[in-house]
């Protein structure tokens, strides 16, 4: 599903966000990726979704080379690929419906299909009796999950989330756990950015950890180590 | 999918517009600060050639010939007038008519009346009113009337020159239409300075919105739409606005154009409104590519995809 080889990120002048990434995910997994701050994390989630692009190396996406991948393209690979994060990025001034209805809105997505498909997410986060409310009336969890139910609109093959529970207590990050976990097992491909021992911990699934913007250790149903 | 893009974009211009209301107001203001300086310019020029064509009108050469001249003089002239391309019009008063016209002005006059009566025949002869086509062509006109073919039978030639008259309107209106397009010239690139920050400042109050347009997957065309429509919607509400001052302006212009040349109207609005499709279909083209071209520049420098 995903595939990289040798991927660099520099931020100029000479930063380095990552270095010499190779890492394949294979479609349906559930990947941790553990670091401590500033090693290279959000770089690599980034570079997923093409709001980087690497300096050196390939990134390949379902069988789609992304490393040099057009803007106008970009668009469709973000219908492919959903992101969640810390911070859910929700409009303020939108209801819980329409921040949903919004990403399907200026994708181009015909006014019945998302009648249809709204509802439908917000059933698949539990959210279906907070609709009309504002994200200012939602706690971290609910918001989290909005973010999370507008990530699903498209279908996508893969979910990206990082730090989606930075901002939350254990029992709301344990509830958007779940809920990732339930995602995954319909299918999607989960690529979980976290630092949250707990967390990884609780997850038994591949973990990988990164330090200094390299790969330090790949391990199936890791812990977190460090 | 289309259709449902423009109505969504449109929507979201339209938002946009009412969100930043007094960045819009300052905007469509200045945009009207430039078409009005390109309206006046269109006025100047319509009023001064109109100023020019009634001196042109007006401008016209008297030959009277002596009462003792042979018609066939008379015949010549006249032919040998109205064969070059630069007269408009030659107009023979005979001279009975001289006669007739003369007794009617001083009908009530008993001196002239009885004097007349004493010299017993008719004292006046044929004359010529010439008109030229334009005023410069006057003296060309005038070198016509030293042919030899009649040049002695001509008693006096009467003209007033309004050479001089015509060279200054025209200097003066040159000097008024440069100042006015260096005005616009002025107006348009502050109008084009203020479009682009309205721009950037539209993208940095949006720039949540946008960040998450693009998560989520929104063309970059959907992206940018909004803001280049809300533009061109700008462009059309300063253009109807103008109109809004420019009809009136000319409604009560119209009147004092008048007077100047002698009571008859000079068609102004006539004019705007016979032109009109023209004059404020290309003002608004005009305008909203400049301001597509301002916002695009602010959203390549601005907006990041
Ligand atoms: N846009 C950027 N420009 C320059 N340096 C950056 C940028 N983003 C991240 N970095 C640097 O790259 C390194 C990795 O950052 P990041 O990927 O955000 O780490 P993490 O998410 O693990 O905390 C850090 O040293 C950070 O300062
Ligand atoms: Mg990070």
Redesign the interface.
């Known amino acids: 599903m995903i595939s990289l080889k040798h991927v660099s990120k520099i931020y100029p002048p000479n930063v380095v966000g990552v270095e010499a990434i190779s890492l394949h995910i294979k479609p349906g997994e559930f990947v941790s990726i553990v670091g401590q701050s500033g090693t290279g994390k959000s770089t690599l989630a980034k570079l997923l979704f093409a709001e980087e692009r690497p300096t050196r190396g390939t990134i390949e996406i379902g069988g789609w080379d992304i490393t040099n991948i057009r803007d106008h393209e970009v668009p469709l690979l973000r219908r492919q690929i959903g992101v969640v994060f810390q911070d859910f990025k929700l409009l303020q001034k939108k209801t819980v419906y329409e921040n949903i209805a919004f990403a399907l809105q200026v994708s181009g997505t015909p006014a019945k299909r998302i009648r249809d498909v709204v509802p439908l997410v917000l059933n698949i986060v539990n959210l279906s009796d907070k609709t009309d409310r504002y994200p200012g009336q939602l706690s971290g969890g609910e918001a989290q999950r909005v973010a999370i139910a507008r990530s699903l609109v498209h279908q996508p093959k893969v979910l990206v989330a990082d730090e989606p529970t930075g901002n939350l207590d254990t029992l709301n990050a344990g509830e958007i756990l779940d809920l990732l976990k339930k995602i995954n097992e319909f299918g999607t491909t989960v690529v979980l950015v976290t630092h949250d021992r707990d967390i990884v911990n609780r997850l038994k699934r591949r973990v990988i950890t990164l330090d200094g913007g390299k790969i330090v250790s790949d391990v199936e149903e890791g812990r977190y180590r460090l | ?1 289309f259709l ?2 423009s109505y ?1 974009v449109g929507k979201f211009a339209l938002q946009n517009f009412w969100r930043n209301f007094w960045l819009s107001v300052i905007t469509i203001t200045m945009l009207m600060l430039t078409l009005l300086t390109v309206n006046i310019i269109v006025v100047l020029n319509y009023v001064t050639d109109r100023a020019i064509q009634a001196v042109e009108d007006r401008v016209e050469v008297s030959v009277y010939f002596y009462a003792t001249s042979p018609q066939t003089a008379v015949d010549n002239a006249v032919a040998y007038l109205r064969s070059i391309s630069q007269v408009r019009n030659v107009q023979v008063i005979t001279a009975d008519e001289a006669l007739t016209q003369f007794k009617d002005r001083h009908a009530g006059d008993e001196v002239i009346t009885k004097s007349l009566e004493e010299i017993g025949n008719n004292p006046f002869g044929p004359s010529l009113v010439v008109k030229a086509k334009q005023v410069s062509d006057f003296d060309l006109i005038l070198e016509a009337l030293e042919n030899p073919q009649f040049r002695d039978q001509i008693r006096e030639k009467d003209f007033s020159n309004y050479q001089d008259i015509v060279a200054r309107i025209k200097d003066t209106t040159q000097r008024i239409r440069m100042f006015g397009l260096a005005l616009s010239g002025v107006f348009l690139f502050i109008a084009i300075l203020i479009v682009f920050n309205t721009v950037r400042m539209s993208l940095f109050i949006h720039r ?2 946008i ?10 065309g ?2 940018r739409s909004p803001f280049l429509l809300e533009m061109i919607l700008l462009s059309l509400v300063a253009l109807v606005a103008t109109l809004a001052i420019v009809y009136p302006s000319l409604a009560a212009l119209e009147p004092k154009f008048g007077y100047y040349f002698g009571g008859e109207t000079i068609g102004l609005i006539d004019y705007f409104e016979k032109n009109g499709w023209e004059i404020f279909g290309l003002q608004f083209v005009g305008l909203a590519a400049l301001t597509l071209i301002s916002t695009g520049l602010a959203m390549r420098k601005y907006l990041k ?1």
Do not use: D, H, Q, T
Not at chain 2, 211 to 220: C, D, E, T
């Open positions: 999918m449902i893009s969504r949540e919105e960040g998450i347009m693009k998560l989520v997957g929104a063309s970059n959907f992206v995809v």
